[in-house]
């Protein structure tokens, strides 16, 4: 499979990284938030959704980075940043605009009732897969609702 490389700059795109981004796991020190050039960014290992049709399949999950440019100020709940070998699980992102403009606030939605909260001048999000590739046998399931 080709490398997965979006881009989102509006809520719709968001939602199409956001399905892409459905339970990548990451350590704590995977997050880095670069203030002097407003870029928050997570290396997580992603799931490989759009391949994982079937049962009895391996499946497979992919090294990638996600970048949040024009951020102003990060904010997060649930997450101890000294503790580097914490894992969690992203299971949405999502974007809450702030009056009419285009900024408001991105959160991530993670496992454990933990959430990261950028305020961002707008929405300009970047996935990219960087390589590394492995398989996998467990694909991750949600209770029905």
Known sequence: MDSLKLLALDTEDLSVVS????????????????????????????????????RGKVFERRRAVVAFKRVNAVRSLGIDRKDK?????????????????????????????????LDVECVEVQLADTGGAWETSLKPRHPAV
């Open 85 to 117: 070998d914490s894992v969690f699980s992203l299971l949405a992102v999502n974007f809450t605009p702030q009056g009419e403009g285009p900024d408001g606030t991105l959160e991530l939605v993670l496992s454990g009732n933990a959430s990261v909260a």
């Open 19 to 54: 399905a892409h981004l459905q339970d990548a796991v990451f350590k704590t020190d995977g997050l880095s938030y670069d203030a002097r050039h407003h870029v928050f960014s997570v290396v997580v290992n992603r799931f490989v959704w759009e391949t994982a049709t079937g």
